[in-house]
C-alpha cells in the first residue's frame, strides 16, 4: 500500500509517556511556587526569608544537585555505549549527590524549625515547607529508580534493547534539576 | 450492479475469551476496561440520581421538612461530586477506553497495565468518597469546596472528600497520559492526526486538559489536608492565609474540567451526526480547530466563577472578555453541526435524536453562558438558582444527552445486541421532557432571587409553583433512566443481533466483528481517508450520490471465528488492582491516625510489593502462538513491552 505513512512520528512511546507526564509536574511545580510567592511577605511574626536564609549553603547544595545531572548525562552516555562499569558508577554517583543534596535539605530544615519556623508558624511557613518539601520528596523518588537502576545493572545488565529505563530516569532527574534552579531563584535569591 | 458481501451476524461471545471473575480483575483490555468504566460510572450516575431526587422532593413545597440543614449539605456536596467525578469523567474514560484505540486502528492502548491502574485507582477513589456514608457522613462543603467550608470544620468529611479527589486525579492523570501516547504512537498505518475521527480528536484535547489542570487541583486539596491534619496556614485569614488562592487553583482546575465534561460528548456527537445524516462532518477541521482552541481558551476564563469575590475591575473586565471568546469556537461546533445534517438523509434513531437534542439543549446553556460573562450581569446571578439552571443545561443536556448517544450508537458494537429503538424512542422523550420540565424553571426561580444550597424556603416568595414542577420534571427524568436500565438489560438478553456493521458507519469501528475481538483487528487496518470506512464501501457516481461499491473492507474478524487469527496480546496482571488496594488502604489509614499508622504501613506494604511486582512480572506469556513474537522476548519488566506487543503484531499484519 502506498499510503503506509510512519503515523507515530519517530516518537518513542515511553519517551512521549514521560514527557507529558512532566508537562503536569510543571504545573504542580508552577502552582506551588505560586503559592509561595503569593505568601512569601505573610510571617505572622515569625521569622521571615531574610533572616532564615543561608544563602551560601544552599547554594552548595544546589551545585551539588547540578552536579548530579552532570553525572546523570555521563550515566547516560555510558549506557548508550553499553559499558556497565561506567553505568553503575555514573548512577550511584548521581544517587550519591541526590541523597547529599537531601541531606543538606534536612539539615537546612532543622535549622529552620529550631530558629522559630515551622509548618504551622506562617503562611510563609507552611508554603515553604511545601514547596521545598515537595521537591525534596521528588528527589528521594529520583533516588530510589536510581538505586533500582543500579542494582537491576549488577544484577541483569541494562542493555539498549531491554527497554528506556536509564533514559527515562535521566528526563526525570533533569527536570526536578531543573526545577530546583527555579526554586532557588525565586523562593531564596530574591527573597533576600 | 454494486452489490456487497455482507457479513453474516455473528453471535455475540463473551467480551473476552478469559471470562469469570479474575478475569476481569485482572484484564487489561482496553474494552472489558472500558465496559468496567462504563458499568461503574453508571451506578454512581444512579447513586447520584437518587441524591438528587431527595433534594428535590425536599424543595418540592415550601417549609420542606424530608431532610435537614445538615443532611441537605452532604446530599448536594455527593451530588455534585458523583456527577462530576464518579459518573460524567469516568463515562468518557469508558468510551475513550473502548473506542479510542479502535478508531484509531490500534490493538490497545500503548500502556495496558497502566490502563488496568487507572480503572482500579477510579473505582477505589470513587468507593471510598462513598463510604464516608457509613463513616460519619457524606462530604458537606460542596463539590467546590471553598475553605473555610472545607478547611475549618472538625468532622473529617471534608477529609475524605479531599483525598478521595486525589486519589481520582491520579487515575485520570494516568489515564491521560496514556492516552496522549496512545494517540500520538499508536495510530495504524495512513492514519494520520487529520484522518482521525472527531471523537478522538476530542479525547486528544481532553487528556491534555486533565495533564494541565489535575496538578493544579492537586496542589490545593494537598494545602487543605495539610490545613485540616497538620496545622499548616494556607486557608486560615487570620494569620494571612488566603482562602481566595483555593478558588484560584480550584477553578484553574474546574473551568478546564468543565470543558473535559463536555468535549467528549461533543466528540461522540460528531460522529453520531454525520453516520445518520449520511454525510461527511461539515468542516472537518473547524471542528478539530474549534476543539483545540476550547482547551486553550479553557485556561483563561477561571475567574468568571469568582466575579463576587472582588477581582477588581481589570481582572473582572479581562476574564468577562475572554469568557465571550470561548462562545466562538462553541458556535463554530455548533454551527459544522448543523451544516452537517442540513441537506442531509437523515434518519432519525435514538443516537441521533439524542445528538440533535444534545445540540439544542447545548446551545441554550451555551447562551445563557454567555450571560456569566457580563459581569454586572453575573453578579446578580451569582450563587442562585440561574447558574443550577446554566451548567445543568450544558452538563445534562449536554454531556448527559452526548453520553446517551454513545450508548445508544455503539452499544451493539460493544454488547452484539442492539438497543431497542421503540424503547430508546420512549427514553429519549421522556428524558427530554423530564429534563426540561426540571431545569428550565430554574432559570426564572434565579432570576426571582432563589439562592442555590439553602435547604429549604418560605412560602409566599414566589418560588412555589415553578419549585413544584421542577420536582416533577426530576422524577420523570428518573422514570426515563429506569426505562433506559430496562432496555439496557432486556437488549442485552435477547436484542436485535448487531452484526459489525448496523448504522453503515464511517469509522474503523464498525469494520470489526461486534464484539470486537480481544485483538481487534485480524489485520491492521490501512487508512486512506477520514471516515475511510466509507469510502471504502462507497463511491460517488457523476452527481456526486454515494454508490456502493462491490468490496469487503469489513476486517476478517468480523466473518471467521476468533480462534482462526492468533495475535500476540499482553497478558492478564492482578498487580494494577493491588496497587489501587493498596492505595487506598494508605487513605484510610491516614483518616484514623494514630491507630492508622498500622494501616497505612499495610498501605505502603501493598503498593511496594505490586509495584515491585509490577516491575519485575513476566508479561510474555503469549495467549496463543503466534509467528511475530521476536520484538519482546528479552524484556523483564517495563510496559514498553506492552508496547511492543502490539506493535509488533501490527507490523506482521502489514
Known sequence: MAVAHTTSGGLDIRKTAMWSFLASELMFFGALISTFLLYRGRTNGGPDAEELFDIPFTSVSSFVLLMSSLTMVLAHNAWERNDQRQLRLWLLSTAGLG?????????????????????????FGSSFYMLTGFHGAHVAVGVLMLSAMSILSFRVGLTKSRGMNVELVALYWHFVDIVWIVIFTVVYLLQV | MATIVEAPPVAPAAPSSRGGLWGWLTSVDHKKIGIMYGISAFVFFVLGGIEALV????????????????????????????????????????FGNYFMPIMIGARDVAFPRMNALSFWIFISGGIFISSSFFLG?????????????????????????AIGLLILGVASLLGAVNFITTIFTMRAPGMTLFRMPVF???????????????????????????????????????T???????????????????????????????????????????????????????????????????????????????????TMTIAVPTGIKIFNWVGTMWGGNISFTTPML???GFVAMFTIGGLSGVTHSIVPADTQQHDSYYVVAHFHYVLFGGAVFGVFAGVYYWFGK??????????????????????????????FLGLNGMPRRIATYGDGLGWNYWNFMATVGSFVIALSILVFLYNAVRSYRSGELAGPDPWDGRTLEWTTSSPPADYNFAEVPVVEAIDDFWYKKYGEDEDHLPVRLDTN?????????????????????????????????LAYGFLWLPVGYLVMAAGLGIMLWAIFGWAMEDIDHPMGDNGHGEGHADDGGGDDAEAELVGTSSEGAE
Open chain 2, 200 to 238: 478522538v480528536w476530542m479525547q486528544l484535547v481532553v487528556a491534555f486538559l486533565l495533564a494541565f489542570s489535575l496538578p493544579l487541583v492537586t496542589v490545593g486539596l494537598f494545602q487543605v489536608i495539610l490545613d485540616r491534619n497538620f496545622g499548616t496556614l494556607f486557608y486560615d485569614a487570620a
Open chain 2, 55 to 94: 433534594i428535590r422532593w425536599q424543595l418540592a413545597v415550601p417549609d420542606g421538612t424530608l431532610v435537614n440543614e445538615e443532611v441537605y449539605n452532604q446530599l448536594f456536596t455527593m451530588h455534585g461530586t458523583t456527577m462530576v467525578f464518579l459518573f460524567v469523567m469516568p463515562v468518557s474514560a469508558a
Open chain 2, 414 to 443: 460493544v454488547f452484539g445486541r442492539m438497543l431497542d429503538e421503540t424503547i430508546g424512542k420512549w427514553h429519549y422523550w421522556l428524558m427530554f421532557i423530564g429534563f426540561n420540565l426540571t431545569f428550565a424553571p430554574m432559570h
Open chain 2, 553 to 585: 473492507p469489513l476486517d476478517p474478524s468480523a466473518s471467521a471465528p476468533q480462534e482462526e487469527f492468533h495475535v500476540h496480546l499482553p497478558s492478564p496482571s492482578y498487580y494494577p488492582i493491588l496497587l489501587a488496594v493498596g492505595i487506598v488502604t
Open chain 2, 240 to 322: 494571612g492565609g488566603d482562602p481566595i488562592l483555593w478558588q484560584h487553583l480550584f477553578w484553574l482546575f474546574g473551568h478546564p474540567e468543565v470543558y473535559i465534561l463536555i468535549l467528549p460528548a461533543m466528540g461522540i456527537v460528531s460522529e453520531v451526526l454525520p453516520t445518520f445524516s449520511r454525510k461527511p462532518l461539515f468542516g472537518y477541521q473547524f471542528v478539530v480547530f474549534a476543539g483545540a482552541a476550547i482547551g486553550f481558551l479553557g485556561f483563561g476564563v477561571w475567574a468568571h466563577h469568582m466575579f463576587t469575590s472582588g477581582l477588581g475591575p481589570v481582572a473582572e473586565t479581562a476574564f468577562g472578555l475572554m
Open chain 2, 354 to 356: 439524542f445528538s440533535v
Open chain 1, 99 to 123: 541523597l547529599v543534596f537531601l541531606g543538606g535539605q534536612f539539615y537546612e530544615f532543622s535549622t529552620f524549625v529550631h530558629e522559630g519556623l515551622k509548618l504551622d508558624t506562617s503562611p
Open chain 2, 137 to 161: 457522613g457524606f462530604p458537606d462543603g460542596a463539590w467546590v469546596g471553598y475553605s473555610p467550608l472545607s478547611t475549618q470544620s472538625e468532622v473529617i468529611r471534608m477529609d475524605f472528600w
